[in-house]
């Protein structure tokens, strides 16, 4: 977060994005280190993953960056959940929801909207010229509040195209204005913003892979920023022991298809872990694990649960041995870079697709700090 911080400057509020489990690292665990660390907000994608927060006492500010079903609306701003409007009708039909809703005059709860605007990306949000309507409608509802203003950069590695989409949300403010309204809290940096200089902070960032600890694959981060970025550390290690080790002879095949044969005698070590945990089938053969400090090589199919490494070269090994297919190991390190390169993908998904099932360890500067499997979760709070 300190690294973060600084990337954003000294007054811009902190939306730490929280969604996808917490990039795979843990909902809860990752929303609860970010407000301990200065974030004033959490963003999710759904709202079930914001009332899985609540219902683990999380009272922060929740923002759902996408939109919901118009009738849920009057339960989300009851369990104080901000929501997006992106389009004409579903805020409409959303707005009508909450007037329609019998407690929308009495209860204390207020439906906070933070209006998105299309600037490039295409994916969702109102045209800036519309911009001036939608505040107004969500303004003259009452019980309504236009909380923030934002949007998200398509290219934030381009110079030129996030200047594009800048101007164009800057026409939305000014719509806005014209419209006789005051601006909210305006948000549009992300990660790639913050290390490339190329949006500006404004009262808000929304932060996401930074706050893991990673930078994107061959970034151009700015110059007066690279210092800075280069403090990150990754927050995620992925660990497993064998659970077999067996010698094959030459010429015997591993793995379903059999696509790996065993050029001369070889020791091979069974790791439980496998495509149904988000090892990717095409890490086999294409990825290492670490053991003792030294790269082996992963061979065969990856399983759904399984998957081989040659450990031919590695002396002495024992099923106590610590492998690390993710993470840094005596002077190696293999990289979620290195990871997604080898499924042609970008890091974030390698992150992101990690299973639920796979048991979390977590840890904070005092030690360890709590634990989650399938059976459950518990944090030191």
Not at 20 to 43: I, K
């Amino acid at each position: 977060m300190g690294v973060v911080r600084r990337l954003a400057g000294p007054e811009a509020r902190i939306a730490a994005v929280v969604k996808a489990d917490g990039y795979g690292h843990g909902l809860e665990v990752a929303a609860r280190a970010f407000l301990a660390g200065g974030a004033s907000l959490l963003c999710v994608a759904t709202l079930d993953e914001a009332i899985v927060l609540r219902a683990a006492g999380v009272e922060a500010a929740i923002l759902v960056l996408y939109s919901i079903p118009p009738e849920a609306a009057p339960a989300a701003a009851l369990s104080h959940v901000e929501l997006v409007a992106a389009e004409a009708g579903s805020l409409a039909a959303t707005l009508a929801a909450w007037r329609a809703w019998p407690g929308a005059m009495m209860s204390e709860a207020t439906l906070r909207l933070h209006l998105e605007i299309e600037t490039g990306l295409a994916r969702a949000g109102f045209r800036p010229s519309a911009a001036g309507d939608a505040a107004a409608a969500i303004a003259a509802t009452p019980g309504a509040e236009l909380a923030g203003l934002w949007s998200h950069l398509a290219s934030s590695h381009d110079p030129d195209a996030a200047a594009r989409q800048m101007e164009r949300f800057g026409a939305a403010e000014a719509a806005i204005q014209a419209a006789g309204l005051r601006l909210p809290a305006r948000h549009v940096a992300a990660t790639g913003a913050l290390m490339a200089g190329t949006g500006p902070s404004l009262e808000m960032v929304r932060p996401g892979l930074a706050l893991y600890g990673e930078v994107p694959d061959g970034f151009p981060v700015a110059a007066g920023r690279a210092a800075t970025v280069a403090e990150l550390r990754s927050a995620m290690t992925l660990k497993a022991r064998a659970i077999r080790l067996e010698w094959l002879e030459a010429g015997e095949s591993v793995g379903y298809g059999g696509t790996w044969i065993a050029p001369q005698r070889s020791l091979l070590a069974t790791l439980p872990i496998g495509y149904g945990d988000g090892w990717a089938r095409v890490y086999g053969g294409a990825s290492s694990a670490l053991v003792r400090g030294r790269r082996v090589p992963l061979v065969g199919s990856v399983a759904m649960d399984a998957v081989m490494a040659d450990v031919s070269a590695v002396p002495e090994l024992t099923t106590d041995d610590e492998f690390v297919l993710l993470g840094a190991q005596g002077g190696e390190r293999v990289t979620a870079t290195e990871l997604a390169r080898a499924r042609n993908t970008i890091s974030w998904e390698v992150l992101a697709s990690m299973a639920y099932r796979v048991a979390r360890v977590y840890h904070a500067a005092a030690g360890l700090s709590g634990t989650r499997t399938l059976t459950g979760e518990s944090l030191t709070r």
